[in-house]
């Protein structure tokens, strides 16, 4: 199953036949298009900007986009355009008997009121025939076929984030591998760093601490130091983790809130690295894991 992105772009157009070619009219050629934009969200929010003739048709819109995208802000929009007129409209019979008695009714309570002049007919004429188009045939075919076109737009997005990540997986797997073998050689420098601090304290005691004892000493100071200083666990969950967003990516499907969560846990790892490091290249290490964590985190936050 495919990694989806929630961000994405797809649009469609429907066109009508040309003028003349529908039924009972000389309706001039028009065209419906649709487009989806998509950017990342917590949840799926959809929103509509419909022209009034389409209002009718966002409940099933609406439906149909629930059951095929889990998360996202999506932007519904669409147009219709009609083709200018090649001629001047010609006003039916019927039509100018009823502008007849419209104006005999105006004129009965607007005397003063203008008479119509002919441009007015022709261009009331032109505006009801221009209005006749039914889309109600094309809206829910085009949006299922812009739909198509967005969901191959997220996957492709997809696939490049997937990549990405599992690019930056190997370069974490990497900097931790080289972490490893710094914490025994840095316990083992302070261990002898601790015993012979001790020694030169003791040669200038008055001989009241035994030497046994003094060791001891040193060597107690020298654990404490190790464990405080030791990632081994840190880098043996930072792999787990790795691992897991690993597999998640090779299965696909909705796997977005699930590696925000992974990501957080790669990141509370990477600062405990930093916090326990106590040397500048173990330091280097940390941030590095950090700033690839932090980059993973921005990419995630795209992934359904």
Do not use: C
């Not at 109600?136 to 997005?157: F, H, I």
């Not at 106590?278 to 280097?284: D, F, G, K, S, V």
């Amino acid at each position: 199953m495919p990694v989806y992105s929630m961000t994405g772009y797809a649009s469609a157009q429907h066109s009508t036949n040309t003028a003349g070619t529908e039924t009972d009219s000389k309706l001039p050629a028009g065209q419906l298009g649709l487009e989806i934009r998509s950017v990342n969200s917590r949840f799926l929010d959809l929103s509509f900007r419909l022209p009034e003739d389409l209002r009718q048709f966002e409940p099933a819109l609406r439906d149909l986009l629930q059951t095929k995208l889990k998360r996202g802000k999506l932007e519904v929009r669409a147009s219709i355009e009609i083709a200018a007129a090649t001629g001047v409209a010609d006003p039916t019979p019927r039509m100018l008997q009823r502008l007849n008695a419209v104006q005999d009714s105006v004129k009965a309570w607007l005397p003063t009121a203008a008479p119509l002049s002919v441009s007015d007919v022709i261009r009331l004429s032109a505006a009801e025939q221009t209005g006749t188009h039914d889309w109600s045939a094309a809206v829910l075919p085009l949006a299922d076929k812009a739909l198509e076109a967005l969901l191959d737009a997220r996957a492709r997005e997809g696939a490049r984030l997937s990549t990405m990540l599992l690019d930056h997986i190997a370069q974490l797997r990497v900097l931790a591998q080289q972490a490893i073998p710094l914490v025994p050689k840095l316990v083992e420098q302070n261990r002898q760093r601790f015993l012979t601090r001790w020694k030169d304290a003791m040669a200038l005691t008055d001989g009241t601490t035994l030497p046994e004892a003094a060791q001891d000493r040193a060597l107690t100071e020298a654990t404490a130091f190790a464990i405080r200083i030791d990632v081994a666990e840190e880098i043996t969950r930072l792999g787990s983790h790795l691992d897991e967003i690993e597999r998640l990516i090779k299965k696909g499907g909705e796997i977005g809130k699930r590696l925000d969560f992974l990501i957080q846990e790669l990141h509370r790892e990477a600062n405990t690295m930093g916090s326990k490091s106590a040397t500048l290249e173990l330091t280097h290490i940390s941030v590095d894991i950090k700033v690839l964590v932090e980059q993973m985190r921005e990419q995630v936050q795209n992934i359904e």
